[in-house]
């Protein structure tokens, strides 16, 4: 019975962080670019109580005994799939349709990755810079900031598919700048690690960043100005995963709420 204790105990461990998944999750429901996180259990050891033996004839028995000893988490992974996009009235929103990656020049100087498109136009001491909203400068495919002169006209400045940033003449003709809005990829995305404010970083395990449109496998995201996209986590999914969640964590109370009854009755035992 104290097995059962333990074993009941690890699952209202596991169940709890589950919840704290879930509610973060929850919590995120508007985040742009947001990507939810999936919890992963995995058994516990297992102990055997009895090997492969015989019966009364001398026939082997099939199978052993063996007891689970309960529950752990084994992973968080996050879910990289395309989030909806939805209309927004920034001029320089941008919902990205694809594998990509938004980059961004952190504070310490290193690159950030992010889905969040919700960029500004802002104004610092050497002309004008595209950013996030907490200002940190939106690389391009040369892993440098974007930049535009202090006199350039922001309302002329329109957009394609794939990022790149036209300008219009006194004609109204669309003219390149030769500056492209930077998209990473990586070969596992949930090996990213995250950072807070919507940004990851590179790590060991999801290998180094791979630019589209210098990385020729790479099929090229989409980058639609006038969109951002929604957060991938769904209002009715993640209820129904927390009742279930809030049914097991009850359920293993229940096994030790029991085996504490077993228990005091075995203590009541007289001789």
Do not use: C, H
């Amino acid at each position: 019975m104290m097995r059962s204790l333990w074993t009941a105990a690890s699952g209202m461990k596991a169940q709890q962080t589950s919840m704290d998944n879930l509610s973060n999750n929850l919590a995120n429901i508007n985040t742009t670019g947001y990507k939810k996180n999936r919890i992963e259990f995995q058994s516990l050891l297992y102990q055997t109580i009895q090997n492969k033996t015989v019966d009364t004839e001398g026939n082997p028995k099939p199978i052993g005994a063996q007891v689970g000893l309960g529950v752990k988490v084994a992973a968080i992974t996050t879910e990289f799939t395309q989030g909806e996009l939805t209309a927004s009235e920034g001029a320089f929103d941008f919902g990205i349709q694809g594998q990509g990656f938004f980059m961004v020049q952190m504070p310490d100087g290193s690159t950030g990755y992010t889905r969040n498109g919700n960029f500004i136009m802002a104004i610092d001491t050497d002309g004008l810079t595209l950013t996030t909203s907490n200002g940190y400068a939106v690389l391009d495919t040369n892993g440098q900031p974007i930049k535009f002169p202090a006199d350039t006209d922001t309302s002329k400045m329109i957009f394609d598919n794939y990022g790149n940033i036209f300008l219009k003449d006194a004609r109204g003709n669309a003219q390149r700048t030769g500056i492209r809005i930077g998209a990473a990829q990586f070969n596992n995305p949930s090996g990213l690690t995250k950072i807070g404010d919507s940004y990851f970083q590179v790590s060991p395990a999801s290998g180094e960043a791979r630019i589209e449109g210098l990385d020729d496998a790479l099929t090229v995201s989409v980058i639609k100005n006038g969109y951002l996209e929604a957060s991938e986590a769904k209002a009715v999914d993640e209820m129904v995963d927390m009742i279930i969640t809030q049914r097991a964590y009850e359920m293993n109370s229940k096994a030790i709420q029991a085996s504490d009854e077993m228990l005091q009755q075995a203590n009541n035992l007289r001789s």
